[in-house]
C-alpha cells in the first residue's frame, strides 16, 4: 500500500476505474488488481446467467451489488494518500472469500465515541472540538471531491478516529479523524439510472425527487451540515 504514497498528486482531473486500475498496475498492485479481476469474472458469469431462472434472480443482482460496493472500496481505500481517508492494509482470500484488512482505528466510530462522551461527561461536544472534527472531515471530503469522486454516505458511523495516544482516547483533540465505507461512492457526473443510495437520515432532501439521474457533490455538502448539527446537539 505503501507504493501508492504520491498517487493522490499524479491523478487527473477526469479519474476513471481504468485509469486507476492503469496506475495501480504501475505501481505493482498486482494483487490488488487480481482481486478486481476476480470479482469483475464472477460478475459477468452473474450477467450472463439463464434469466429463466427467476427464483435466482434476486440473488443474482444481490450479489452483483456486492461486488460492486467492493470494487468501489477497494479502488478508492488503495489509490489516496490523504490522513482523513481511511486506507487498506492488505486482502486477503479465506475459505473462497475475500477480507479487507484496513488500518485500524482505535477509537471506533464518531456516533459510539459521541455516545459515550456524552453519558460519561454529561455534555456535548463544545464548538473547538465540533471544529476540529468537520476540518478533518472536510479535508478528506475534498481530496474525494477534486477528484471527482461523491462519498454518497457521509455519516458519523462512516467516520473513524484513530487516538495517537492510547492512554487518553477520551480527547478527541489528540486524534486523526477518517472517512470510511466508499462502497456507495459515485463519480460525478455519473447516469445513476435514479438510484436512490445512502443513508435517509443524511440525505440530501433532492435525491427523492423525479431526477436524481446526475451525480453532484452538493450530496456530501448537505450530509456534512446533518452532521454538524448531530455533533452540536
Known sequence: INDYRDMNNKLRTKISLKEIEKQCIEKKGRKIIDKINKMKEVKEQLESTNGDLKRKEKEIYQKKDLIDLLENEILISTSFMNPNLIKISDIVEIASKNYLLFEYCNGGDLESFSMNYKKKSGTNFNEKTVQYILKQVLNGLSCLHR??????DIKPANILLKFKNKNDM???LDSEIKISDFGLAKFKDQNTNNAISGTPLYMDPTL???DVSIEK?????????????YLLT
Open 208 to 210: 427523492f425527487g423525479s
Open 147 to 152: 477528484n471527482k469522486i461523491i462519498h454518497h
Open 217 to 229: 457533490e452538493y450530496v456530501d455538502i448537505w450530509s456534512i451540515g446533518i452532521l454538524t448539527i
Open 170 to 172: 477520551f480527547n478527541i
